[in-house]
């Protein structure tokens, strides 16, 4: 079974903090991707990465970057939260090639105050 | 612009009867699509596919539909479960890219005993 980890599961941070959110996949997938998800707005991609050290902004990447030193790792990180960045924050990753099925990691529900 | 249309915010069924959750899309060259099913607080789970080379695939009480020319599927469970109450998401591959998924913005179904 694929398991994908996400380092914390609640998360309250000030507006201005450095946030780092720790994405772990044990299935030697190489891609990997977070998404954060909002009311009525769906999963929406921020940045994926498809190999080690490689990374490709998605559909809302302001605001976030993202590392992928190793490949079971990815994280994201929020170089000075805002309180718009309050949202639940899914990992997920896929094999590659022609495997699109993606596997979710629980999600970080993240509070900036 | 949305490539993949859930029009239906939520869904309300009575246990034991069907339950239809619709997805339309936009892009014709779309050839897969995938449904997600979410529960609160847990990351979203692969639940069923289906390929543009079939118009029909079922897995227990899940069947997918897909009418090519009206660029619309939908996923029927029969019956309905009160644990089937969650977020269905469905989602089709971006053309060119690695594993990337466009995803629905989600129909809640609640399934009432």
């Known amino acids: 079974d694929v398991k994908v980890t996400q380092s914390s599961r609640y998360l309250v941070k000030r507006t201005g903090e450095k946030v780092f959110l720790e994405c772990v996949q044990d299935m030697d997938h190489e891609n990997m991707f977070w998404y954060r998800q909002d009311p009525g707005l769906g999963l929406r991609l921020i940045y994926f990465?498809?190999?080690?050290?490689?990374?490709e902004k998605g559909d809302i990447p302001e605001g976030y970057s993202v590392s992928r030193e190793k490949k079971e790792r990815f994280s994201l990180i929020l170089e000075s939260a805002s309180t718009n960045q309050t949202s639940m924050y899914l990992c997920?990753?896929?094999?590659?090639?022609?495997?699109?099925?993606?596997?979710f990691g629980p999600g970080t529900r993240l509070t900036v105050t | 612009d949305q490539q993949v249309k859930q029009n239906s915010p939520s869904l309300s069924v009575q246990e034991g009867r069907i339950s239809i959750l619709n997805c339309d899309y936009t892009n014709s060259m779309f050839d897969y699509f995938l449904w997600y099913k979410k529960y609160p607080a847990e990351g979203p789970t692969f639940l069923i596919s289906i390929s543009s080379i079939k118009d029909k695939n079922e897995d227990g009480r899940f069947t997918v539909f897909l009418n090519k020319s009206a660029k619309h599927l939908s996923l029927h469970i029969v019956p309905s479960q009160p644990g089937d109450s969650a977020v269905y998401f469905c989602?089709?591959?971006?053309?060119?890219?690695?594993?990337?998924?466009?995803f629905g913005k989600g129909t809640k179904l609640s399934v009432k005993p």
């Open positions: 990465s498809y190999d080690v050290k490689m990374k």
């Open positions: 997920a990753s896929s094999l590659g090639g022609w495997h699109l099925e993606q596997y």
């Open positions: 989602a089709a591959p971006r053309g060119g890219s690695q594993g990337n998924l466009i």
